[in-house]
């Protein structure tokens, strides 16, 4: 697996950059990593990782500059100061975030304007789970032959890499991933609510249900720790669900479309967070609906 070709930067070293970022370097790849919190680099650098001083800096030294951070003000902050001047042609900018899909558009037209540097966005699926043992399904948008790169670039990560369409596709299919799984913990967490308050032993509910139709991954992972109560360490975070559902609902103003179920998780989304549990694993659902 030694001696891969292309020198690689990795910009966000959160919960998921940190395992990824492991598999590369498991990969043989070379990479170069930057975080704001320069703490966070310490397990990656220890595995052999070149921590910089800065992303323009970063950018200069790789071929491949892949992005993982929490959200479209994020990436653009980057983007506009570190990336544009420093990028080049023959260069390629991976974005694993999720964020606005015509923000997306705006970034690589603007990005390829200023420095010929191509764009890929490949949001990904999968929690920190997938991420670790490179399983992720990643939803990719962008020209066929930056495809071909980032398929090779990203194979230590994902078991599926579906190219979506342009630019933009792929982020829009993420928004898309993200309804189906907010509204599912959301109605997992009722559920296992009303089976505790009914008397169900709640927790062989996944057992219970595996392989029927009611079967998911999300209640795989997230029922037990419901049914325990036990909501550490946090692999996700509630305000990631909030983010993702309220871009729902604005792609699903600006296309005239109706998604009520997804209107109504984000509320309930944000009403939770409202509680003060933004920064927890949305395994914390269930306290909306157990009895004291």
């Avoid at 921590?51 to 994020?74: H, P």
Wanted: glycine share 10%.
């Amino acid at each position: 697996m030694l001696g891969r070709p292309y020198k690689l930067g990795f910009v966000g070293i959160g919960l998921m950059g940190r395992p990824l970022v492991l598999r590369l370097l498991q990969a043989g790849d070379q990479v170069w990593v930057w975080n704001r919190n320069w703490e966070k680099t310490k397990p990656v650098a220890e595995a052999g990782a070149v921590v910089c001083g800065s992303v323009a800096e970063l950018v200069r030294a790789v071929d491949v500059t892949i992005l993982c951070l929490s959200d479209t003000a994020a990436v653009e902050q980057v983007v506009a100061s570190q990336i544009l001047d420093n990028g080049g042609p023959g260069k390629l900018l991976i974005d694993l975030s999720s964020i606005d899909p015509e923000a997306t558009r705006r970034l690589a037209r603007e990005l390829e304007s200023a420095c010929g540097m191509a764009w890929i966005d490949a949001p990904v699926s999968g929690g920190t789970a997938g991420a670790e043992q490179g399983t992720l399904a990643i939803m990719a948008g962008g020209d066929a032959a930056d495809i071909a790169l980032a398929r090779e670039v990203l194979r230590p990560l994902y078991s599926r890499l579906t190219h979506m369409g342009p630019v933009g596709s792929g982020q829009t299919t993420k928004i898309c991933n993200q309804m189906i799984v907010s509204c599912n913990v959301l109605v997992i967490a009722e559920m296992m609510a009303l089976a505790k308050a009914a008397g169900v032993d709640s927790a062989k509910i996944p057992e219970a249900l595996a392989g029927g139709f009611a079967d998911s991954k999300p209640l795989q992972i997230v029922g037990p720790e419901m049914a325990a109560e036990r909501f550490e360490p946090v692999k996700w975070r509630v305000k990631t669900l909030l983010k993702d559902l309220n871009m729902a609902a604005e792609l699903a103003t600006k296309q005239g479309s109706a998604v009520p179920m997804s209107g109504l998780a984000a509320q309930l989304m944000q009403l939770h967070g409202s509680r003060g549990f933004l920064e927890q694993d949305p395994s914390t659902l269930v306290k909306q609906y157990l009895r004291s």
